[in-house]
């Protein structure tokens, strides 16, 4: 841009180009760069990993003993009065709930690094989304197919 500007500015000053083309080109670039200054932004957050994936189930116990057996997973935590159980190995990988309609992937959660919750709110509505919270997908956003996204510290 610099460049530009000191091409112009030396045209004018040799008599090639007007003072009018001068402000007009001036003008031109200014606009340009306003219009790439307010294009796509870069996330106050980054997410870093898909931190857990949330299953509606029918029956509890043997979707439990699906995951122990086949992949090695333990209870992480339950949350029992709402029947949900969080599967995994060190930390949840799986989170089960028994809840109609079942056999749906309820939400999958996105880790980001240095979560504030406060920051990451100021940051969603700056760029029009409105994050929700709720027992089911916690605090998240809706992808445009609908899909809850949940949004977690890493």
């Known amino acids: 841009m610099e460049a530009i500007i000191s091409n112009l500015v030396s045209s004018f000053e040799r008599g090639l180009v007007t003072r009018r083309e001068l402000i007009r080109g001036l003008a031109m670039l200014a606009a340009a760069?306003?219009?790439?200054?307010?294009?796509?932004?870069?996330?106050?957050?980054?997410?870093?990993?898909?931190?857990?994936?949330?299953?509606?189930?029918?029956?509890?116990?043997?979707?439990?003993?699906?995951?122990?057996?086949?992949?090695?997973?333990?209870?992480v935590s339950q949350d029992k009065p709402n029947e949900i159980v969080r599967l995994g190995i060190s930390k949840?990988?799986?989170?089960?709930?028994?809840?109609?309609?079942?056999?749906i992937v309820d939400h999958f959660a996105i880790a980001v690094d240095h979560f504030d919750k406060e920051a990451v709110t100021?940051?969603?509505?700056?760029?029009?989304?409105?994050?929700?919270?709720?027992?089911?997908?916690?605090?998240?956003?809706?992808?445009?197919?609908?899909i809850n996204v949940q949004i977690v510290a890493a």
């Open 33 to 75: 760069s306003g219009t790439a200054a307010a294009g796509p932004q870069e996330p106050g957050f980054k997410g870093t990993r898909i931190d857990h994936v949330s299953i509606q189930v029918s029956d509890l116990q043997r979707s439990i003993e699906f995951y122990e057996k086949l992949f090695g997973f333990g209870v």
């Open 92 to 103: 949840t990988l799986v989170s089960l709930h028994h809840k109609q309609p079942t056999a």
């Open 122 to 146: 100021r940051d969603l509505k700056r760029r029009g989304v409105t994050p929700e919270e709720n027992l089911d997908a916690g605090f998240h956003v809706k992808d445009p197919e609908g």
